[in-house]
Structures are given as C-alpha cells and as structure tokens.
C-alpha cells in the first residue's frame, strides 16, 4: 500500500525557510521519480519539484516561480524526499504533498505552508 507522509510545514514570515520532508513507504523509492506538488483551495494540484531518479542521471526539475529559492532531494537509502525552500513568499502559502511524479497515487494528507508577517 503506497502511502506518503508529510511534514516541517508551518507559519513563516516572508524572506523565512523551511524545510519540508516526505517519508514514503510501499513503493521501490529508488526507482522512481518523486516530485513536490502544492494545492492552495478551489485550485488543481501544481507541480513544484522534481527528483529524477539515479538511474536516469538524477536531474532536478523546478517550477520557474521557484527556481533559485527550493531545492528538491532524494535519499533513496530511506526513501525519503525533502524540499529546502528559502526566500519564501505569500504567494507561496499552500498544502505541500508529495508522490511519486507519473503513477497517479492518492494523495497523501500534506502539510501547511503559510508564509505571512
């Protein structure tokens, strides 16, 4: 059973940092890409950041308005990805999940981000 845990969300003041994390469970982590999504109410889920895998060469993918601010990583050893986000803005203020990038699992319950002075 695939499940995702989310955690490290919370208020921040603007220019702040947090550091998200994701403990996944039920999938060969390793062998996946894994990705960062973000949901603000009555919105779709929008795509964040992406952690290829090793094997195709580990490249990250970033949404162009977090770009130079979010850093995504993988630890495959214990299946777990992490979102490093600095310089945050307002604008920012969402629920953070993550899943695995191309397989449509359920979401997991996420974790609040709310970026306010």
């Known amino acids: 059973q695939v499940q995702y845990v989310e955690s490290g969300g919370g208020l921040v003041q603007p220019g702040g940092s947090l550091t998200l994390s994701c403990a996944a469970s039920?999938?060969?982590?390793?062998?996946?890409?894994m990705s960062w999504y973000r949901q603000t109410p009555g919105k779709e889920h929008e795509l964040v950041a992406t952690?290829?895998?090793?094997?195709?060469?580990?490249?990250?993918r970033y949404a162009d308005f977090v770009k130079g601010r979010f850093t995504v990583a993988r630890d495959d050893a214990n299946n777990m990805l992490t979102l490093q986000m600095n310089a945050l803005k307002p604008e920012d203020t969402a629920r953070y999940y993550c899943?695995?990038?191309?397989?449509?699992?359920?979401w997991g319950q996420g974790t609040q981000v709310i970026v306010s002075s």
């Open positions: 899943r695995r990038t191309t397989q449509g699992d359920p």
């Open positions: 039920g999938i060969m982590f390793e062998v996946f890409h």
């Open positions: 952690a290829r895998t090793s094997g195709s060469g580990g490249g990250l």
